[in-house]
């Protein structure tokens, strides 16, 4: 099962099993990473799942389609180039490894 | 108040298990029971009219939290038991179990309950009401075999129902009793639009009609519909709203109304009783009014709000409501509440597929329904949040970006 590393401000980071064609969000949740609220469980209508993808692993992911794109304009912590919403970012054995750092706040 | 209260929770929903968590994180030490009558761990609601009928989401995805994460909330699940009544005088609940649960603090979570059909042949099988994870597990079962789906009710519900099931490529019905789609929610030029794309996707829309009865018809069954006409449907579902459960609350002597009547910190009538989420009659203070909402915004928040009291540092309750419903590529996110406008305003147009609906009373900005639209959705948020307004005629242009409204910081 792939894993994907959650890195909290204070650079704690916990490593987590998550089945492929889970989202990364579902993974962190149900793992009990505090630093992703997810308000609406996935629907891509709140923008409380907030990550920075680590820069090593930006070329291997999926583009963010529009609706992602508004929504991470109205995250708590401003965006950054290396912005997603965790909720769309689908898990599969290509992203094996996967590094995302979580912002101060989701909300 | 006090971390080491024995806190009570009945209704193991969205509400209550969130409730569980924030208690938990926010240094609560005492004991935390979770009592829900449905023998499931606490599960999301919203995909079971979506994501879990077309089969991509399955009961494990469905959970809130695994059974391990829950274990470490320490929190005493009691799945599966139903509560029979409160004695408030000896601070216990009694469960159908026989148990008798001790509380410093109860909180009541019990939600809301489907609307039964009030028409001949409702029981029938093959007529399924939405509301539970075993519901939808139902309706799933049947979907695969069914040909002709007729939907009762053209709300939330009833839509996404439709709306799968055409992507399912069955054929769909939908009745609705009002002269219009979701008519107690958007204004009616989202109706249209909605009634439009529906359509064009190939449903059959009955507006102003009633449904008389239900009778099997050999394999199938038949919709006896009032203007005379009868449809034939290999499954029905019927989605015409819920309501509160506050039975429990209501013969332990606590106020209700439509919900439980509760405060801005979510107190009830009894200061030892606290209410949350769907069956809540609650006040918010950003809005002043009182109302009841069925919405995760409104479970998470509320639950949050009750830990904060349970925890002695009350704070009012002031969110700003939104809610969401996917159907097909269409995302409708809806902000604040728009009761009382008396002027709506459109913002874009319909034919794009991407648009919003602005509601107001005067010239305050009430809420706001967006189309395919999540950038203006999550700014009308932030902006009702403020109390900022948009003026009509800024609102009305589409390239007005509604960002430099926010208050700076």
């Known amino acids: 099962m792939p894993n994907v590393s959650f890195v909290a401000p204070d650079g704690a980071t916990i490593t987590v099993d998550i089945p492929n064609g889970w989202s990364v969000m579902e993974g962190a949740v149900k793992h009990g990473v505090a630093g992703i609220l997810a308000e609406c469980g996935g629907a891509c209508a709140c923008a409380t799942c907030h990550v920075f993808v680590d820069p090593a692993w930006l070329g291997r992911l999926q583009p963010r389609e529009a609706g992602e794109d508004d929504l991470l304009e109205c995250t708590a912590v401003e965006r950054a180039p290396n912005s997603r919403l965790s909720c769309q970012l689908r898990v599969s054995s290509a992203l094996d490894g996967l590094v995302v750092h979580l912002p101060e706040r989701q909300a | ?409």
């Open chain 2, 1 to 409: 108040m006090s971390v080491t209260h024995r806190i009570v929770v009945v209704g193991a929903g969205q509400a209550g298990l969130q409730l569980c968590e924030t208690l938990r994180r926010s240094g609560h030490t005492g004991p935390l029971v979770l009592v829900g009558d449905e023998p499931h761990l606490p599960y999301q609601r919203p995909p079971l009219s979506k994501k879990f009928l077309t089969g991509e989401l399955d009961a494990v995805r469905l959970a809130l939290r695994p059974a391990e994460q829950l274990a470490k909330l320490d929190v005493a699940l009691k799945l599966g038991t139903a509560v029979l009544a409160i004695h408030r005088d000896a601070h216990e609940v009694a469960l159908a179990d026989g148990e008798r649960l001790g509380y410093d603090r109860l909180v009541l979570a019990t939600g809301t309950r489907v609307r039964r059909l009030p028409a001949p042949g409702a029981a029938l099988d093959g007529v399924c009401h939405l509301r539970g994870l075993d519901d939808a597990q139902a309706i799933r079962d049947r979907l695969g075999a069914a040909r002709r789906l007729v939907v009762i009710g053209g709300g939330f519900i009833g839509l996404e129902v439709a709306a799968v099931a055409r992507g399912l490529g069955k054929d769909v019905t939908i009745v609705e009793a009002q002269n219009r789609l979701m008519p107690r929610v958007v204004a009616p030029l989202v109706s249209e639009h909605y009634a439009r794309v529906h359509a064009g996707h190939g449903v059959h829309i009955h507006l102003n009609t009633q449904v008389e009865g239900i009778v099997r018809a050999g394999e199938a069954l038949a919709v006896a519909l009032d203007d005379g006409a009868s449809l034939p449907a290999d499954l029905v579902v019927v989605g015409i709203g819920v309501v509160p459960n506050v039975e429990l609350a209501r013969e332990a002597g606590l106020h209700c109304e439509n919900g439980i009547v509760v405060d801005e910190y979510a107190q009830s009538s009894d200061p030892a009783v606290l209410a949350i989420g769907d069956v809540a009659w609650h006040r918010n203070v950003l809005l002043g009014t009182s109302h009841r909402l069925e919405s995760v915004q409104h479970a998470v928040d509320q639950a949050k709000n009750a830990a904060a009291t349970l925890l002695g540092k009350p704070v009012p309750y002031a969110p700003v409501p939104w809610f969401w419903s996917d159907q097909y590529d269409l995302k409708l996110q809806m902000a604040g509440i728009n009761r009382g406008h008396d002027s709506v305003v459109l913002r874009g147009t319909p034919d794009s597929g991407a648009f919003s609906v602005c509601y107001y009373e005067g010239t305050r900005l009430l809420a706001m329904d967006s189309i395919n639209q999540p950038l203006d959705h999550m700014l009308a948020r932030k902006l009702l949040a403020a109390g900022v307004t948009v003026p009509p005629t800024a609102a009305a242009d589409p390239e007005f970006e509604l960002k430099t409204l926010l208050p700076a910081g």
